[in-house]
């Protein structure tokens, strides 16, 4: 059995490679060290920083059920996400390939029909999906401030005033006799502003109706959904497919929306962190996995299941209100969320547990991705990865076993959007570890160590410098990325430069176009396309009820 609960922080993807390589047989002369396949239980959580959680090193959040699957596995402290953001980051982390490869982010649901569910998870190796399909925003509650769009949603709202506007001076001005404009004009004027109007409105004023829904298969079970319950929702749901099919193998991926902004708390966690409502929401989260361990557990399964819990990139540093901090905190890392080469961007928690197999209380300081993630599973569960194409992630079993001392990444190369920020050289036999940044954002204010003056960084353009030759750390030695290094300081700096780049020439050659997805049309609301439960565009459903509640 395979299950997706999740939200997508941005739309499903139309990719063909996921998790049904489970069912798949293990090729003649593969190296099986395990005589049994696993339920295999993924988590991940929603811009989450690693430097939020106590077993990577805060002392101030308590987080003592992810700490316990640490002390009882292996913890990551090099685990790369292969994206800044969130859908690019989860793109990769369920085909096993850089974003890039894929180009096809952002698409939604539907291709051609509001029922084909081409891009629907039970399309792509899922037999079964509770979630949330859309984006997680402030929209989708009430009591929080417009996000999706919100500079051009300003745009259209001055626009449409100002059609207003002249369209009543122009009345004035005709009735008074000041001008000698036809009523025909006028009106058609009217029309026009009318029409502008509905054009966005009825895209923008209803996102919380069209955005922000709940689907089990192909049902919408709440449109809107009612954010105050999903947190017991998404419980009850991971809760019972693993009591449901305990005599497995089964493969569960339950992907929260702790602790993407707009922070969606039960008042049983409210006000009890030492850090508003951030903290409070990552204790939430950290007690949610608790309660999906203990599930695992009681039911006897804890020696059979691999469990896995990661982010999907780092903290969103620029998420405040007011003096309140909303976004996570990286650790000693710099940056973070939408930073495509900074580490604070893309270094997170990355934790493994599965007692008998795996070492207890065991830290891994070499460098994994969460691309590695597919090839694991699908050797795991007795499935061969595509031949077809390039798979960049890894096997980690025998990394995470020590039957290897090191990962099998030489060069990561880390992109933000389509854009290569910066590569990362693992050398081996010297214990180096190189990082080389071709592109960085600029900081607003000036030395801040985020973009708070936009929000969220650039890829490119007026927002970045280029560097050439490019910025070199090394971070065995600086991993806060503090000092540059440069041919004066460092000896081996034109070598290291070099080898990089003869790096990235290998790798671009690997690299073959595909259509890029992120065109205006494609991204634009499609009414045709529009998940709806009732008759479009009357849009609405509840058939959840009060039924969360016994999960808590």
Known sequence: MVEIMWHLTGYWTSLTILLVLCLFLRPPGSHASVSYKPNIVLILADDLGIGDVGCYGNDTIRTPNI????????????HIAAAPLCTPSRAAFLTGRYPIRSGKWHQGVNCESRNDYCHHPLNHGFDYFYGMPFSLM???????????DRVLRTKFWLYTQTIGLAVLTLAIARLTGLVSVTWKIITCFAWFGFLFFASWFSSYGFIRY?????????EITEQPMVVERTTSLILREAISFIERNKHGPFLLFVSFLHVHTPLITTELFLGKSRHGLYGDNVEEMDWMVGRVLDAIDKKGLKNTTLTYFASDHGGFLEAQEGKAQLGGWNGIYKGGKGMGGWEGGIRVPGIFRWPGVLPADTVIDEPTSLMDIYPTVAYLAGGIVPQDRVIDGRNLMPLLQGSIQHSEHEFLFHYCGMYLHAVRWHQKDSGALWKAHYVTPIFQPEGAGACYGRRVCPCFGEGVTHHNPPLLFDLSRDCSEAKPLSSPTEPLFDTVISRIERAVQEHRQTLTPVPQQLSLYNIMWKPWLQPCCGTFPFCWCDKEGDSAHPAL
Request: with cysteine; charged share 30%.
């Open 210 to 218: 069209w955005d922000c829904i709940m689907m089990r298969n192909h």
């Open 67 to 78: 700490d316990r699957l640490a002390k009882e596995g292996v913890k990551l402290t090099q």
């Open 138 to 148: 402030n929209d989708c509650q009430i009591t929080q401030p417009p996000e999706k």
